[in-house]
């Protein structure tokens, strides 16, 4: 038998020099950061980055890795923890949170207190609150498309998805009807931060804290002895503020205002990331349609809970701190560091899921990460996955030629660290012929 192995004089073969590391955080990284993130997956998983804004982090890429980041209390949730000067404790949060004493919320604390608030508002977020809420959910997305649908085009981020979660989650919390706007006009300041006038987001946060403790004020004088049927979130608060919880009033203010920027952000995104995706993989959206035209309902399902996975609405989980020194994987972290976890990296780990980057709507072994994990797991869940079911189901049976109204490669992203989502997606459609005069969801 010939030996084809090579003679041992022969040279060796020149180890495969690795491609260079890629460049973060530019505006073409923000369309499509995932390549990136496959490089420090491969490469450098648990990397020492200096973040645009002259902060340094440590950025957590594998899906394992990830996971137990996300579950381990060593590292906090304080800034108090953060070991740089107290000027850059400013960078690592919401702009102007501190100056408006809103900084006790719940992405900003940990254990005992986090327990505390978190069982507080709880409730609010049951299977069963979020399903009675339902009815509404949908009555606000058919009148948000009612405003367009006559048209044949339509802007989906700033007509459908920014101001549907708004007016859900205002509801929710039981912000007058005639208020609404206001929030609007706030919300979209905060996350036209990039594109707006200097200073904006800390304008719109005093703002709207001004406004949530007049707001508190006003529902605890006429808060009635006993609780009523689907008592809003933030009658609820006052209550058990009332009754020993020992709630101050900026706690109850910050709260508020947490559930609101956290719970609309990331369903704007999920919606607007989550139609584009559709709309780029016609196979995928033709099965939704199909099985949406039977009467069925689990495909969405399933499908939302991949396009969270592949492109979701939150890239990097919010701040942690190093309480003590500690490994993550193989890496050494001081006291101190920040540690930012890449949600949208760990959701692509090939070591995880199977053809990671390819959108399946049917993957069923779909354990993403993109609400979180542990005790931090994003509370509104529930809420953001009945406002997504309810906006992409009814948008594909309403206008189902929809499409784009521009090429990919035009979209342009929002910049941020923390929020993945579209700054526009314009698309076009058959117009509807009315059904009758339309309401505005503030007259709903």
């Known amino acids: ?77 304080n800034p108090a923890h953060h070991d740089e000067p107290a000027h850059a404790k400013g960078k690592t949060g919401i702009p102007g949170e501190r100056k408006a004493e809103l900084m006790t919320h719940l992405l900003n604390i940990d254990p005992p207190d986090h327990t505390r608030l978190r069982r507080l508002v709880s409730k609010a977020f049951t299977p069963r609150r979020v399903a009675e809420f339902a009815p509404r959910v949908q009555e606000l997305t058919d009148d948000l498309i009612g405003r367009f649908a006559g048209r044949g085009s339509a802007d989906l981020i700033h007509e459908f998805a920014f101001p549907l979660p708004i007016y859900a989650i205002c509801d929710l919390l039981g912000v007058p009807r005639e208020d609404q706007d206001d929030f609007r006009d706030w919300a979209g300041m905060m996350i036209r931060h990039q594109g707006g006038p200097r200073g904006g987001v800390a304008r719109s946060v005093k703002m709207m804290r001004g406004y949530l403790s007049e707001l508190i004020h006003r529902k605890r004088e006429a808060l009635p002895a006993e609780p009523t049927p689907g008592e809003d979130l933030i009658s609820g608060l006052i209550r058990a503020s009332d009754h020993g919880e020992h709630l101050t009033e900026n706690e109850a203010a910050a709260m508020a205002f947490i559930l609101l920027f956290a719970g609309f952000e990331t369903t704007v995104n999920l919606i607007g990331n989550g139609a584009l995706a559709l709309l780029t993989h016609p196979e995928q959206r033709a099965r939704l ?57 760990a959701d692509r780990d090939p070591e995880r899921f199977a053809d990671p980057d390819t959108l399946d709507l049917s993957r069923s072994d779909n354990q993403h990460l993109g609400y979180g994990h542990g005790i931090h797991y994003c509370l509104g869940a529930p809420l953001a996955r009945l406002e997504g079911q309810s906006a992409l189901g009814t948008l594909l049976t309403r206008l189902p030629d929809l499409r784009l109204a521009v090429e990919p490669a035009e979209l342009r992203w929002r910049g941020g660290l923390i929020m993945r989502g579209l700054r526009t997606l314009p698309v076009e459609f058959t117009p509807l012929q009315p059904e009758g005069a339309e309401r505005s969801p503030e007259q709903s």
Do not use: C
Not at 290 to 307: I, K, N, P, Q, W
């Open 289 to 345: 349609q199909r099985s949406l035209a039977a009467g069925e309902r689990d495909l969405l399902a399933t499908g939302v809970e991949e396009l969270l996975r592949f492109d979701g609405p939150v890239e990097l989980a919010t701040w942690r701190f190093a309480t003590g020194p500690l490994t993550l994987g193989g890496q050494d972290i001081a006291a101190g560091d920040p540690v930012l976890v890449v949600l949208a990296a």
């Open 1 to 77: 038998m010939t030996d084809q192995s090579a003679p041992h004089d022969a040279p060796a073969p020149a180890p495969a020099t690795p491609a260079p590391a890629p460049d973060l955080f530019t505006w073409e990284f923000a369309a499509n950061p995932y390549p990136a993130y496959a490089w420090l997956r491969e490469n450098a998983p648990v990397r020492w980055t200096r973040l645009p804004s002259g902060v340094g982090a440590w950025l957590v890429t594998r899906y394992g890795d990830a996971r137990q980041a996300l579950a381990d209390q060593r590292l906090s949730k």
